[in-house]
């Protein structure tokens, strides 16, 4: 049991570090869940490595990191978008030149100064092990902005996740609302840059979000199940790092691709063995129905 | 007032018209059928009524709004509509999406809603598996599931792009009993298809070959010199 509680009971360090990854698996589940729904998955990790030059630059101007990957992933979505459009490229291959390009330029600012190898990890895993009482507070304030954009914006969200014509024949708009949700994912990056970094901050927008979408019938219990696995892998990934000494943000992301795994070669025997009964999470059709 | 008008319209994409010179009025009740091969220019059609593709030229109005204006008056049902098999989604929840137009962003739903939910999956016949994720059913359920989003929208103008397409003859059976309903009730249709025999109780029947080839009511429109024009053979007498 010592061996379980004790790393948190006894390092405040521990639990700042369990308070900061359950908040960046909440933000992670509800912004991961229509990552993986809308097929996004690419945008995330463009998103993810475009910050980089501009967390770089903040540095080096001695502005805060969150203002630098901010601009940094407008910087990204807005080219994104205008390469597409005007070179008639297709989506895939826009994002990838911004990525890369983007990438490259953060690669180069960080190699403007040696001192800038440690803040370069810093800034791709993340540095969850000293996240202090204001960072928590960031992320939180990140958590309930992400929380209501999905909230109003759930209806277009899920109508997109289908198809694009059916939110813009059901009256809403496609790219308004495709930014929106472009934007709560950038939100989300940024935010959890200070924790699991910009490299593994990925790894927990897909990774539980995946693990929920096996299960669920409903966005909201995927989120939940995002959020419960997101935050079991911050404890589990918390524990090994303590006591085998590795590096907590990518022990915590590895622990949530190891749960997916797990889940979906169990999902896979279930289904297999003909025991797929239905887990009546709904009432039945006489009962109440969700709309 | 008119439900569809369209005078001299050209349809497609780009710069290139897949359809031009199409002209019509539909009143309330009518039901437009569209026949025509693979390529021909029915579902670009129904984009364009739909809203999805912008007209390349001509009028084109939907209960005297330009096409795309009245979410909640015009529903649609695409060729293949998508059921992603990553979307966590039972058959109710995929129904009850018809009634986004009405709710928009923040209202929230009623018993009403619910009601028109459940009595559209009652119509389509997909009422008992109202529970059953989206992602298990066979490709005929899902069309039946779709077909339910659409008639919970409760819309004037229905536009159907195939919508009978993976059923089997008691599917098929049902569809043309729905959108007779549906037309008693005043609401107006546009339906695309391959089958003739959905032709029998149109009002106006359109034949297409990337361009008209004929407009009219069925006996009219279906003459076998229109039908080898647009299909190279014409229907057993």
Wanted: neutral net charge; proline residues 3%.
């Amino acid at each position: 049991m010592n061996y379980l509680i004790d790393p948190f009971a006894n390092n405040e360090f521990m639990r700042l570090a369990l308070f900061g990854g359950i908040l960046v698996a909440c933000t992670c589940a509800i912004a991961g869940t229509f990552v993986v729904l809308r097929g996004l998955a690419f945008v995330g990790d463009a998103l993810a490595h475009g910050v980089l030059p501009g967390i770089a630059t903040a540095m080096l101007l001695g502005v805060s990191g969150i203002v630098g990957a901010a601009i940094g992933a407008a910087v990204m979505m807005g080219g994104v978008s205008v390469v597409s459009r005007r070179f008639r490229l297709s989506g895939d291959t826009a994002i990838g030149l911004l990525f890369v390009g983007m990438l490259a330029l953060g690669v180069m600012i960080t190699s403007r100064s040696s001192s800038f190898v440690g803040d370069l990890a810093h800034i791709l895993f993340g540095e969850l092990l000293g996240i202090t009482t204001t960072d928590l507070a960031w992320q939180f304030i990140a958590l309930v902005i992400v929380g209501i954009i999905a909230f109003v914006g759930r209806r277009p969200f899920l109508l997109l996740s289908v198809d694009d014509g059916l939110a813009r024949t059901s009256g809403f708009s496609a790219r308004l609302f495709h930014n929106v949700m472009l934007t709560m994912v950038a939100i989300t990056v940024i935010a959890s840059f200070q924790t699991v970094g910009t490299l593994l901050v990925l790894g927990m927008l897909i990774a539980p979000a995946a693990t929920g979408s096996l299960f669920a019938r409903r966005i909201e219990s995927m989120m939940l199940i995002a959020a419960l696995v997101g935050s079991l892998s911050t404890y589990i990934g918390l524990l090994v790092s303590y006591h085998y000494d590795l590096a907590a943000g990518a022990s915590i992301v590895l622990t949530a691709v190891v749960i997916f795994a797990i889940s979906a070669t169990a999902n896979e025997i279930r289904k297999s063995r003909g025991h797929d009964h239905h887990d009546h999470e709904h009432p039945h059709v006489h009962g109440e129905i969700h709309v | 007032m008119t439900s569809i008008h369209a005078s001299s319209l050209a349809v497609g994409y780009g710069k290139r018209p897949v359809v031009d010179n199409i002209s019509l009025n539909m009143q309330p009740g009518e039901l437009l059928v569209l026949i025509g091969t693979n390529g021909s220019g029915k579902s670009t059609l129904l984009k364009t009524l739909a809203g999805l593709i912008n007209p390349m030229h001509g009028d084109l109005s939907l209960l005297g709004s330009a096409p795309g204006q009245l979410p909640t008056q015009v529903a649609y049902l695409p060729q293949h509509p998508v059921s992603s098999h990553t979307l966590p989604l039972c058959v109710q929840d995929v129904v009850a999406m018809g009634r986004y137009a009405h709710l928009g962003l923040f209202k929230r739903s009623t018993d009403t809603d619910r009601a028109i939910v459940l009595e559209s999956m009652k119509r389509t016949g997909i009422d008992s598996q109202a529970n059953d994720p989206i992602r298990d059913l066979s490709g005929g359920q899902q069309q039946r599931t779709h077909l339910a989003q659409v008639l919970a929208r409760r819309a004037e103008v229905l536009l159907l792009d195939e919508p009978t397409a993976g059923l089997d003859l008691n599917g098929r059976k049902a569809v043309s009993d729905l959108i007779a309903t549906e037309r008693a009730r005043g609401v107006t249709v546009v339906l695309a298809t391959h089958e003739l025999a959905d032709a029998e109780s149109a009002d106006l029947v359109m034949l297409l070959a990337q361009r008209v080839v004929s407009l009219g009511a069925p006996a009219d429109a279906l003459r076998d010199e229109y039908l080898r024009e647009c299909f190279g053979f014409t229907q057993p007498h």
